[in-house]
């Protein structure tokens, strides 16, 4: 392995340091515009092109999430015990296994079950690459940048994550419209392959040596922080799966801009605020994105017209951009470094577990009470954690709770 660059001094320039944490987070860019570019493609492909009907349609596209959500914790111990470049490098590896049984089952089509197949089986290998990818290069961003970059970090991380998605899914749609399915296979090869020629020459950080937390301690000890996450995160997950009904029940026009508003405030905040974290602390800029989520998802709960309720997503995407971030800064710090993938990986599935459960779950809501009590529900768990937020800032000010067993 490459010998580790220095860590930046404290002092260090920060455009200089901006620009080596924007070489290190490209390839989480690389990796989520291979995640996205065939989205919005798949099921019509799967019930249109093959024949299948809507279940197994869903289930192409669901079985991504499943695999990413069931590799997580690998991916952080590949980090900690092999480097977090090696994640990276597996995981673009999977990207470009991805593209190839794309491609094949593009060329396939004809037989409907051996296209199916290799499909099913490129969602399987992009969920796995998504999860080394993402943990690696946040891992390996800390690494370079130093514990103390560890919010900025990982903000650039996500603005890579939704920027690339956002770029993806229209390039997609539109390649399938001109040039046919194959074509996003052909891409998606081509891009990771890329990628992956570009990380082999990059120099990685090494592993740090120490003992390895057992997973079940490093789990004890993201358990906290995670709750408050996938608590935050349940709001986010609403609008997205369910602000486009709501809207239908109320008899409101453009639902599509309070989605396009979440994602445009979501990157904004990330890119304007960049430094809060390192300035005010993660668990004060945890609790202010907190309340300022709870009154954008109260204020659609409350919406008297489309306009309030797109105001309100808004708001809500301001408030949830650095709660991953904010929480994760405090959240590394309870466990070792030579852990710091595990405990990275272990506290993104919070998130995932939460986005997956929250469709369910606000369907239910729906069904009882009428689509405002998603928005009111979310409101009182993202309120719930500020709550939980503030007791951790009294109770581990200085990110040390007693050891977990």
């Not at 944490?21 to 690389?30: P, Q, R, S, T, Y």
């Not at 408030?319 to 994760?328: R, T, Y």
């Not at 070792?336 to 995932?352: H, P, W």
């Not at 405002?372 to 709770?401: D, E, K, N, Q």
Request: charge should be positive; proline fraction near 5%; charged fraction near 10%.
């Amino acid at each position: 392995m490459n010998p580790s660059p220095p860590t930046p001094a404290p002092d260090a320039e920060p455009p200089r340091l901006t620009l080596r944490i924007l070489g290190i987070v490209l390839f989480n860019f690389v990796g989520y515009f291979c995640v996205g570019l065939p989205l919005a493609v798949i099921p019509g492909h799967v019930h249109g092109d093959l024949g299948y009907g809507t279940v197994l349609a869903g289930l192409a596209v669901s079985l991504q999430s499943v695999a990413t959500l069931c590799t997580r914790a690998l991916a952080g111990r590949i980090c900690d015990e092999r480097g977090p470049r090696v994640s990276v490098l597996l995981g673009l590896g999977f990207c470009t296994g991805c593209g190839a049984l794309l491609l094949a089952s593009a060329l396939a089509v004809a037989q409907p079950a051996a296209s199916l197949a290799l499909l099913l089986g490129s969602r399987l290998l992009m969920g796995t690459g998504e999860s080394l990818v993402t943990t690696g290069t946040t891992t390996w961003g800390i690494g370079m940048a130093g514990i103390a970059q560890t919010g900025k970090v990982i903000s650039w991380n996500g603005v890579t994550t939704y920027g690339a998605l956002a770029l993806a899914a229209p390039v997609g749609v539109l390649l399938e419209q001109r040039l046919g399915f194959a074509a996003l296979g052909v891409l998606t090869l081509a891009v990771a392959a890329a990628a992956l020629a570009l990380c082999v020459r990059k120099p990685g950080v090494a592993p740090i040596r120490g003992v390895r937390i057992p997973m079940r301690q490093v789990l004890a000890r993201m358990l906290p922080f995670g709750s408050c996450l996938g608590l935050g995160s349940i709001g986010f997950g609403a609008i997205t799966s369910f602000i486009a009904l709501y809207y239908g029940d109320r008899h409101w026009d453009h639902a599509a801009l309070a989605i396009t508003l979440l994602g445009v405030t979501f990157v904004a905040t990330r890119l304007v605020l960049p430094n809060a974290i390192g300035r005010f602390g993660g668990y004060a800029v945890a609790l202010a994105s907190f309340v300022v989520e709870a009154a954008g998802l109260s204020l659609i709960w409350l919406a008297p017209s489309a306009g309030w309720a797109a105001l309100g997503a808004a708001a809500t995407g301001a408030g949830f951009a650095l709660v991953f971030p904010s929480l994760g800064t405090e959240a590394v710090k309870r466990v070792a470094a030579s852990s710091r993938g595990t405990a990275l990986g272990i506290y993104s599935l919070f998130l995932d577990m939460a986005l997956a459960i929250t469709g369910p779950l606000a369907g239910w809501l729906a069904h009882r009470s009428g689509y405002g009590s998603i928005y009111l529900v979310a409101a009182l768990a993202a309120l719930l954690a500020a709550a939980t937020s503030l007791w951790l800032s009294r109770r581990v000010p200085h990110g040390h709770l007693p050891a977990a067993g």
